[in-house]
């Protein structure tokens, strides 16, 4: 139930923020939940990869993985990338509308 709120709210920031800017906002808000997927998997494939003994010992027990706990400490990384993609779009946007107003104030001189 978590993982649900979690997809609506990073794809209607998203998708807010596109939708603000005259883009798609379908597009941006797949883009969004996408990193974030991309991102726990990538932390989830990291920590099998370099194991660390404490958190090996909380993730595997007796051969079989908890996926909670796979979950909730990937998390972090699929939320911080997606605070920076948020973060990295916005100031591009931005930047996009500041170059179109020169544009717009050199035409008409």
């Known amino acids: 139930m978590i993982g649900l709120l979690l997809i609506y709210f990073i794809g209607k ?24 997927y991309v991102a726990t998997f990538i932390a989830g494939m990291i920590m099998f990869i370099f194991p ?6 909380l993730i595997l027990s007796e051969d079989r993985i908890d996926q909670i706990w796979i979950g909730l400490i990937a998390m972090p990384f699929g939320l911080l990338a997606c605070w920076l993609l948020y973060k990295w779009l916005k100031s591009r946007f931005e930047n996009v ?12 001189l």
């Open 13 to 36: 920031n998203f998708y807010d923020l596109a939708r603000e800017n005259g883009k798609n906002g379908w597009g941006y808000a797949i883009l969004g939940v996408a990193a974030y």
């Open 97 to 108: 509308d500041s170059q179109l107003d020169e544009d717009v104030i050199d035409r008409n």
């Open 52 to 57: 660390l003994t404490e958190l090996q010992n």
